[in-house]
């Protein structure tokens, strides 16, 4: 049970218990001043009450539309998320047969690759074990093959037909 919900349930009891000393007070001719005070706690006990019970109701509609909205907004992002699976996938593949296309060697599709996505020639050096002169002998075949002069024209080949130009 939330703080609130026990905040309401306890202003019921003092709203109950304050009526029934009433009712006791009442009958027993106390002094009206006493009468009155007990009056005022009663009508203060209801109003907070009141306020309390349509402060829990707007919560929670707000707190339903914010689940709502989440609930849209996941359904938002993984749409998205598949689509952007499905544009990678479909990149990657392009550039692949793009490579068949050039007939690039087993070795140079990976450099070709690793060229594509940023890498230094040391970077790719680093990562596939070899000299850093090896690699730069595979990029300029790739180079050649691909009619570029340099990995910016390489990388430029794939992206600018991604973006449509």
Partial sequence: MNRDKIIALLLILIIIFKLGDLYVDFANQVESHHLIQEIILIILSSAIFVF???????????????????????????????????????????????????????????????????????????????????????ASSVYKKANVTGRHELAALFFEELIGN
């Fill in 52 to 138: 309390l019970a349509f402060d829990i109701k707007k919560r929670s509609k707000q707190a339903q539309l914010l689940a709502q909205q989440l609930r849209v907004s996941k359904t938002h992002y993984d749409n998205l998320s598949k689509k952007v699976v499905e544009t990678k996938t479909q990149f990657f593949e392009s550039i692949a047969e793009q490579f068949e296309q050039w007939e690039l060697t087993k070795t140079e599709k990976e450099v070709a690759l690793l060229l594509v996505k940023g890498l230094s020639n040391f970077e790719i050096a680093e990562v596939r074990g070899k000299s850093e002169k090896t690699i730069s002998h595979q």
